[in-house]
């Protein structure tokens, strides 16, 4: 049976051992070297960037997240151990985990990051789609001609890479569809590859729980229990009309996940629909003062964000959360497309003096919507505030300072109420 070696990507028959460096880490599969639709997801990415930067933690459990009263953006796997997850609101990760080392993101490192591991994967292929900054799918149909090696060999080129070059460890999902990709790269975290062939998809998938859909949430998880649907092996008792009848278009998907059918592409073209960025509160609070230094960190978080992926938006969105957790939503689409933290944080504050005084708030949130490419950004300049250009200048400036010293170099004034 086919093999290969991750750590010296040998390729041999299978065995436990790797003959050439002794390596446990080795991959066998009887379709190993004819699959190429693939799933790479970082492991743990924030943390494990968080413990590459100060080796001081890397046996501590870490969390990335806001304060108590915020959620667990990611976990290191020590804290995971101890039932962490994202998402989770932080005092209970926090009862979970007391000892754990609380990190608040730096969103400008994980990007910079992401897009060396991004430059490395457009060495393999041109059909990538990026799901968020730490994983995504890759098409490398066609690729063999080109490297002189199988796509398998070029994905654990591509982690041996990241860990040896980044210090970050990746997991790689291979198999013939993308839904399965993505479910293969979740069976052997950290620093997995595992491969689901084609001829075993249907005996693979038998007995594994629906909840193995990408995009079946709690809610639609239990709309398929009460239709008494658990398993890959419930749903396919079902017809597809009754099924599209019951679940409407999800239906449809269901019917053919069930039996390991998935026809859509890798699309190197897949639209990012917005950006956006949000901050919960320890304590409740309705200090326009405080609030208004939340709006400019915000801003500027998404403004990063979005010159990194080289972005603008047409619309600019605010959030807020009540303490009674109803929420406050409002937008408004600018004449040109932004990328500047002065204009999306100027317009947002516009749209929380409109709601100000309807707090306290335990949540704020700022966005841009209606995704351009930046080449469309802030092209006419402001009739009404001759100084915008002149801020725009300086906040360039800014951006050129803080790659080279650090996100701190430069701090607003409002930025530190």
């Not at 997995?192 to 998809?201: K, L, N, P, Q, Y």
């Not at 679940?247 to 950006?275: E, T």
Request: charged share 30%; aromatic share 6%.
């Amino acid at each position: 049976m086919p093999a290969l070696c991750r750590d010296c990507l040998t390729t041999l028959q299978a065995g436990p051992r790797c003959g050439v460096c002794g390596s446990m880490r080795v991959t066998s599969h009887s379709e190993l070297f004819s699959l190429s639709i693939a799933h790479m997801d970082c492991d743990a990415f924030y943390a494990s960037v968080e413990k590459r930067d100060n080796p001081a933690l890397i046996d501590k459990p870490v969390i990335i997240g806001g304060g108590k009263r915020g959620v667990v953006s990611t976990a290191c796997y020590v804290a995971r151990i101890r039932g962490v997850r994202s998402a989770m609101p932080m005092f209970q990760a926090l009862k979970l985990c007391p000892d754990a080392v609380v990190i608040k993101p730096r969103m400008s490192v994980y990007v910079e990051v992401s897009r060396e591991i991004r430059k490395m994967m457009d060495e393999m292929t041109p059909v990538i789609e990026p799901l968020s900054l730490d994983e995504a799918f890759m098409d490398l149909t066609g690729t063999e001609k080109l490297h002189g090696v199988p796509p398998a060999v070029m994905l654990a080129r591509l982690v041996k890479r990241m860990k040896d070059e980044l210090g970050i460890t990746g997991s790689i999902g291979l198999s013939h569809n993308k839904f399965l990709a993505k479910v293969a790269s979740d069976l052997d975290k950290p620093r997995g590859f595992s491969v689901i062939g084609e001829a075993e998809t249907s005996e693979f998938l038998r007995d594994k729980p629906v909840r193995l859909i990408w995009g079946i949430g709690p809610v639609a998880q239990e709309s398929l229990e009460r239709a008494g649907i658990r398993t890959f092996t419930d749903l396919l008792r079902w017809e597809q009309d009754d099924l599209i009848a019951r679940f409407g278009n999800m239906g449809y998907r269901l019917w053919h996940l069930a039996r390991g059918m998935d026809r859509r592409r890798v699309s190197a073209h897949a639209p990012m629909k917005s950006i956006s960025n949000e901050t919960t509160f320890y304590e409740d609070t309705a200090s326009a003062e405080v609030l208004d230094g939340h709006i400019w960190r915000l801003a500027e978080k998404v403004a990063d964000r979005a010159k990194a992926k080289d972005l603008a938006g047409r619309v600019v969105t605010l959030k807020l959360k009540r303490a009674n957790h109803s929420t406050i939503s409002r937008r408004v689409s600018l004449r040109d497309a932004t990328q500047m933290a002065d204009t999306l944080y100027r317009t947002a504050r516009g749209l929380f003096d409109q709601v100000g005084d309807e707090g306290p708030y335990r949540l704020i949130g700022v966005g841009l919507a209606d995704l351009v490419s930046a080449d469309q950004a802030d092209l006419s300049g402001d009739l009404l505030d001759p100084k915008a250009g002149q801020r725009a200048k300086a906040e360039r400036a800014t951006d050129e300072i803080r790659k080279r010293f650090g996100s701190d170099a430069i701090l607003k004034g409002r930025a530190m109420r």
